[in-house]
């Protein structure tokens, strides 16, 4: 069950107006003397800003990364590492039938056809060649014999990294930065970004305070920055940003957390608008279903909703009936418990001990872990689980028969009464013990964003055409995911168009 959005279209457009063209006073003047020069600047250092930074050095550019925060990675350092990766080893392990154009329909679908199909295509055909050169170029280890499934996805598509973390490809894009020589400043932050002719030209380089202490504004050294071929936006979301987040959307307020770290807010969504950058579909704001309410930020208690119940088992709300299919999209899955939760019921998330050896294969020890910090909580009979949250037991006993009975009717294939994919390797959820876990949305990734030609050069809200000198990639854009976004798809974008930015601005003139 969706909850209903007024206006839609509408309330896009007029956000994307609404700051489009800045006052003359907000506009940053050209620097009489540049402190520094270098050919490109790039904002940011997560997938994206990283991956843009590597090419831009092969391509002979010289390059820095500046970042606000005292610490490289952004978001992607805590991301839960999960790749879509069509065509892997380790899908072909499985046996798993999956195509560039099955991919292509999973994400233009779950966003609506709100998306660029051509961006889409850009990204799913790059699905394995990708995958490729995390592993041969980066050397990122991913778990050899694992396959996951996000909701939305017809069919399991994700890898995973070795170490259950974004951080397992993140700390390999630095140590290839650092190898190629290109320096990433931290704690500088980014005050204007510069165009010249009265924010009708080319982008000339960033006004930025350096020792800047987040979140003190002001804090730290003013200096002025020439980047001779340009600059490079991956500034990531605004979902840490309560009050900008709820001008976009009303419902987003301080009552729900956000999986991302605190600085992901919005100071540079608002001066791309300054500068004339067309932005749109800011209002589209994702919620992860999975979040779990006793542990602050990302945690790790979505590892157990997703992986193990999501795929293998069942959630229900509070009645002990199940309520959303598990492995529909994301804003499905979020807006289903928001609305349970405006009926007084609470969502959660079942599974039971022999449907829990594929959370352990992609998380080893992360189980007992969440055990420990009592995230979810294990019961010898299913009659105990129901009740230590106020579940009728035999409404949810009655649930488990009815999945039970999907289960071994349906293996490798969608269940259509249910509307759910069935795993291979799914058992029954007859046996104990289990296992259980509650939900709750947390704020997560913004959809929309600058748009972006096919090069990833960011187009003037004056005239469509690109703004010389700029470009952007990551979730600082738009396009590409559309209403929703589907899990294990985000990596794909920030590092394929990461790429695509750096090699096209390393390769510019100056």
Same mark, same amino acid.
């Given at each position: 069950?969706?909850?209903?959005?007024?206006?839609?279209?509408?309330?896009?457009?007029?956000?994307?107006?609404?700051?489009?063209?800045?006052?003359?006073?907000?506009?940053?003047?050209?620097?009489?003397?540049?402190?520094?020069?270098?050919?490109?600047?790039?904002?940011?250092?997560?997938?994206?800003?990283?991956?843009?930074?590597?090419?831009?050095?092969?391509?002979?550019?010289?390059?820095?990364?500046?970042?606000?925060?005292?610490?490289?990675?952004?978001?992607?350092?805590?991301?839960?590492?999960?790749?879509?990766?069509?065509?892997?080893?380790?899908?072909?392990?499985?046996?798993?039938?999956?195509?560039?154009?099955?991919?292509?329909?999973?994400?233009?679908?779950?966003?609506?056809?709100?998306?660029?199909?051509?961006?889409?295509?850009?990204?799913?055909?790059?699905?394995?060649?990708?995958?490729?050169?995390?592993?041969?170029?980066?050397?990122?280890?991913?778990?050899?014999?694992?396959?996951?499934?996000?909701?939305?996805?017809?069919?399991?598509?994700?890898?995973?990294?070795?170490?259950?973390?974004?951080?397992?490809?993140?700390?390999?894009?630095?140590?290839?930065?650092?190898?190629?020589?290109?320096?990433?400043?931290?704690?500088?932050?980014?005050?204007?970004?510069?165009?010249?002719?009265?924010?009708?030209?080319?982008?000339?380089?960033?006004?930025?305070?350096?020792?800047?202490?987040?979140?003190?504004?002001?804090?730290?050294?003013?200096? %002025?920055?020439?980047?001779?071929?340009?600059?490079?936006?991956?500034?990531?979301?605004?979902?840490?940003?309560?009050?900008?987040?709820?001008?976009?959307? #009303?419902?987003?307020?301080?009552?729900?957390?956000?999986?991302?770290? #605190?600085?992901?807010?919005?100071?540079?969504?608002?001066?791309?608008?300054?500068?004339?950058?067309?932005?749109?579909?800011?209002?589209?704001?994702?919620?992860?279903?999975?979040?779990?309410?006793?542990?602050?930020?990302?945690?790790?208690?979505?590892?157990?909703?997703?992986?193990?119940?999501?795929?293998?088992?069942?959630?229900?709300?509070?009645?002990?009936?199940?309520?959303?299919?598990?492995?529909?999209?994301?804003?499905?899955?979020?807006?289903?418990?928001?609305?349970?939760?405006?009926?007084?019921?609470?969502?959660?998330?079942?599974?039971?001990?022999?449907?829990?050896?594929?959370?352990?294969?992609?998380?080893?020890?992360?189980?007992?872990?969440?055990?420990?910090?009592?995230?979810?909580?294990?019961?010898?009979?299913?009659?105990?689980? %129901?009740?230590?949250?106020?579940?009728?037991?035999?409404?949810?006993?009655?649930?488990?028969?009815?999945?039970?009975?999907?289960?071994?009717?349906?293996?490798?294939?969608?269940?259509?009464?249910?509307?759910?994919?069935?795993?291979?390797?799914?058992?029954?959820?007859?046996?104990?013990?289990?296992?259980?876990?509650?939900?709750?949305?947390?704020?997560?990734?913004?959809?929309?964003?600058?748009?972006?030609?096919?090069?990833?050069?960011?187009?003037?809200?004056?005239?469509?055409?690109?703004?010389?000198?700029?470009?952007?990639?990551?979730?600082?854009?738009?396009?590409?995911?559309?209403?929703?976004?589907?899990?294990?798809?985000?990596?794909?974008?920030?590092?394929?168009?990461?790429?695509?930015?750096?090699?096209?601005?390393?390769?510019?003139?100056?």
């Amino acid at each position: 069950m969706e909850m209903n959005r007024r206006n839609l279209l509408k309330g896009s457009v007029a956000m994307g107006a609404a700051g489009l063209v800045a006052s003359k006073a907000a506009v940053a003047a050209v620097p009489a003397k540049w402190d520094e020069t270098v050919d490109i600047v790039v904002i940011g250092s997560g997938f994206a800003g990283l991956a843009a930074a590597i090419e831009a050095k092969k391509a002979g550019s010289n390059v820095i990364v500046l970042e606000k925060m005292p610490t490289a990675g952004g978001n992607s350092i805590i991301n839960g590492g999960i790749l879509t990766a069509t065509g892997c080893p380790q899908q072909k392990m499985h046996h798993i039938k999956d195509s560039v154009e099955l991919l292509e329909h999973d994400i233009l679908k779950a966003g609506n056809y709100m998306n660029d199909p051509k961006k889409v295509h850009e990204i799913a055909s790059h699905a394995l060649s990708n995958y490729e050169w995390c592993v041969n170029e980066l050397g990122v280890e991913f778990l050899p014999d694992a396959i996951g499934q996000e909701g939305g996805h017809s069919v399991p598509r994700y890898v995973t990294t070795k170490n259950g973390s974004g951080s397992g490809i993140v700390l390999k894009e630095l140590e290839m930065v650092k190898k190629l020589g290109v320096p990433i400043r931290l704690r500088t932050y980014v005050d204007h970004i510069v165009r010249s002719q009265e924010n009708e030209g080319p982008v000339l380089g960033v006004v930025v305070h350096e020792g800047y202490r987040f979140p003190k504004a002001g804090s730290g050294k003013q200096k %002025a920055i020439r980047a001779r071929k340009g600059v490079i936006l991956c500034y990531g979301g605004f979902s840490a940003d309560v009050k900008f987040r709820t001008f976009q959307d #009303p419902k987003l307020n301080a009552t729900l957390d956000t999986t991302n770290q #605190p600085g992901a807010t919005s100071e540079l969504w608002r001066e791309t608008s300054a500068i004339g950058c067309l932005q749109v579909q800011n209002d589209w704001i994702q919620c992860g279903p999975w979040g779990n309410p006793k542990e602050k930020g990302m945690g790790i208690g979505w590892e157990y909703n997703q992986t193990a119940a999501a795929e293998y088992g069942l959630w229900v709300n509070q009645k002990g009936k199940r309520f959303v299919n598990e492995l529909a999209n994301r804003k499905v899955r979020a807006d289903a418990i928001m609305v349970q939760q405006q009926m007084g019921n609470k969502c959660y998330a079942i599974c039971n001990e022999p449907n829990m050896k594929p959370l352990e294969k992609q998380r080893p020890g992360h189980l007992q872990r969440m055990l420990d910090m009592k995230i979810i909580a294990k019961y010898n009979t299913l009659d105990e689980a %129901a009740k230590s949250v106020g579940i009728d037991p035999a409404t949810l006993q009655a649930t488990v028969k009815q999945m039970d009975q999907a289960v071994a009717q349906y293996k490798d294939k969608t269940e259509p009464e249910w509307g759910t994919y069935i795993n291979h390797d799914r058992q029954p959820l007859e046996q104990g013990p289990w296992y259980i876990g509650e939900l709750q949305p947390k704020v997560h990734h913004c959809m929309g964003g600058l748009v972006t030609d096919e090069k990833g050069r960011v187009r003037d809200v004056r005239t469509d055409k690109v703004i010389p000198h700029l470009w952007a990639a990551g979730e600082s854009t738009g396009m590409v995911h559309g209403a929703v976004r589907l899990g294990s798809v985000a990596i794909l974008d920030c590092l394929v168009n990461g790429r695509i930015v750096g090699e096209d601005a390393g390769k510019s003139a100056a």
